[in-house]
């Protein structure tokens, strides 16, 4: 074992991904909990990490990222009525990007959220438990509709050589994938979804796998795949996200945001038929305008390392918000992030301070996002 365990688990609570014992063969030297289970967040140094992902293609461990499964005669109507996302827009064979929303419009999660048959989903989760808060809305909605974890691990292929990685596994037909369309198939018997979608910004794949008693042989035969393409498992790379303009939920978002506070407005439909809930707090929330916004920032001077809290923001003085996320830029050579500040702050070019551990005051200005790619013409190409 790589890494001591015994660091961050006592006894058996915390369920360990079908790649666990991968990720110790290739060296994680660092996990994480999310949704009750080990999530292997490095294997390098991140900005190593970082620059791998941007010119060669990485491996991921994202079982962490628990699927809901919705089946049943009305698994339509109730998935969209989780969602202010209108889903008569996607069809079976496409995901979406969506949030979860409650009765006052607050955030609970924001997954992405495939479509495999007429009345059935799955929805890919980030840390928060919407298996639960899902079947607490069944036991009242008065709909026929089975919720389960089903036996379901992804996987991330991230990277500029993707491409090539998935093509030697699954042949032609993984290249005819659009953004966020996906196919079902199998590697030599092994049952996954490979949809065409990742939380990098570069050109990436996910696989779904089916069988979790699969994962060391699905996660050997990818290694082997990508072993010309110079492959290498890493964790995600929250310096790639953040340029990217992608948010991290529990961080730059939580149940005490609303979509059109954190720029995902454009995932609220307002003016579709179906009813969802939080419906008639986000027509107000739109209606009345947001007191606060999730800006981009830059934070002069030397270096940062990535925040582990949300740091401080002022003006003149007075404490006005918070930095949500934190990082150096070794591309930009600058300090980005993220701050939640009110709507009088939040103007392109507004000058702030921002704290930093141990009391040092960093000037800092208000920029736009994202900070790289902003039409998106990477992970789309």
């Known amino acids: 074992m790589t890494f001591d365990m015994s660091l961050i688990q006592r006894g058996a609570r915390l369920r360990r991904t079908p ?7 290739y060296g994680a030297k660092g996990y994480t909990v999310y949704n009750h289970m080990l999530f292997p967040i490095c294997f390098d140094d991140l900005e190593a990490e970082y620059w791998h992902l941007i010119h060669h293609v990485t491996l991921w461990d994202v079982s962490v990222e628990r ?13 969209n009525l989780l969602t202010p996302r209108d889903l008569s827009r996607c069809r079976v064979g496409q995901g979406k990007y969506v949030v979860i929303t409650d009765q006052e419009g607050g955030i609970i999660n924001d997954p992405v959220l495939l479509r495999l048959g007429e009345n059935h989903f799955w929805l890919a989760l980030a840390d928060s438990d919407v298996l639960l808060w899902a079947r607490g809305v069944a036991l009242h909605a008065g709909m026929d509709v089975q919720i389960r974890e089903p036996d379901v691990s992804p996987l991330q292929i991230q990277g500029p050589k ?53 994962g060391v042989e699905l996660w050997e035969r990818i290694m082997e795949a990508g072993k010309p393409h110079n492959i290498a498992p890493t964790g995600p790379s929250d310096i790639r996200r953040i340029e990217a303009g992608i948010l991290n939920y529990g961080a730059d978002m939580t149940l005490e945001n609303n979509p059109y506070e954190v720029g995902l407005g454009w995932l609220v ?33 030397p270096r940062i390392e990535f925040n582990m809290t949300k740091w401080p923001v002022s003006v003149g003085g007075q404490a006005v918000g918070r930095v949500t996320s934190a990082i150096y830029s070794p591309r930009l050579e600058k300090n980005i992030g993220y ?21 040092e005051p960093r000037p800092a200005r208000v920029v736009e996002k994202p900070f790289v790619d902003p039409q998106k013409l990477i992970p789309k190409s």
């Open 67 to 79: 699927q809901v499964e919705i089946t049943g005669p009305d698994a339509f109507r109730f998935t």
């Open 19 to 25: 790649f666990f014992e991968a990720t110790q063969k």
């Open 339 to 359: 701050a939640m500040l009110p709507v009088a702050y939040a103007a392109l070019g507004t000058r702030l301070t921002v704290t930093l551990p141990g009391g």
């Open 269 to 301: 439909n307002l003016k579709q038929e179906a009813d969802f809930i939080g419906r008639r707090a986000l027509e107000r929330v739109r209606a009345e305008g947001v007191q606060r916004k999730l800006v981009g920032i830059v934070i002069e001077g």
């Open 162 to 214: 993707s491409k090539p990685v998935v093509q030697t596994l699954f042949g032609e037909a993984v290249l005819k994938l659009k953004y966020y369309e996906f196919l079902e198939t199998d590697l030599d018997g092994i049952p996954v979804v490979v949809t065409r979608t990742g939380w990098s910004g570069e050109v990436g794949y996910e696989v779904y796998l089916r069988d979790g008693s699969r």
